[in-house]
């Protein structure tokens, strides 16, 4: 379902649209949890922080994405060491089974396993992990991360 798909590493010319597609996702499946930060200040930490220090993948859709009938970044994910910290799909692509070639390759780079954070709130997040063997460890009560919205630690270990 994903057939003209590429996931590639991303450049710093995919910084703008890596980020645009974690803003679409994050205002649709989060719809209850407040952002600390401006549209402006993400794209930014993408341009400054994301892309050029992290291991950032982008999934690029030939044809598709944007809106506009061209080709475009529709996915993003992002490692650092054993956290896979970022995982998003433009709303549009989700269920075509983009999520699980990002994390085959999150455990592809990652052997020895991975953790990661989502809210409490993203019950399809906690489903979707879950059926790729992720296990919760840990939730809080939010008062670690900048929403202030509480979390769940997710585990994978081969």
Known sequence: MTAGVVIRRAVAADA????????????????????????????????????????????????????????????????????LSQL???????????????????KERSPDGLTLWTFQVNKPAHRFYERHGFVAVEHTDGSGNEEREPDVRYVWRP
């Open 16 to 83: 703008g649209a890596a980020a645009d597609v974690w803003l679409r996702s994050f205002t649709a499946a989060l719809p209850t949890v407040v952002r600390p930060r401006t549209d402006d200040d993400v794209r930014g930490y993408f341009r400054d922080v994301v892309v050029p220090l992290r291991e950032t993948w982008v999934a690029e859709a030939a044809g598709h994405g944007g809106g506009d009938g061209r080709g475009g970044i529709v996915g993003v994910m992002v490692l650092n060491g054993e956290l």
């Open 88 to 106: 998003y799909l433009d709303p549009g692509w989700r269920g075509r089974g983009l999520g699980d070639r990002f994390v085959e390759l999150a």
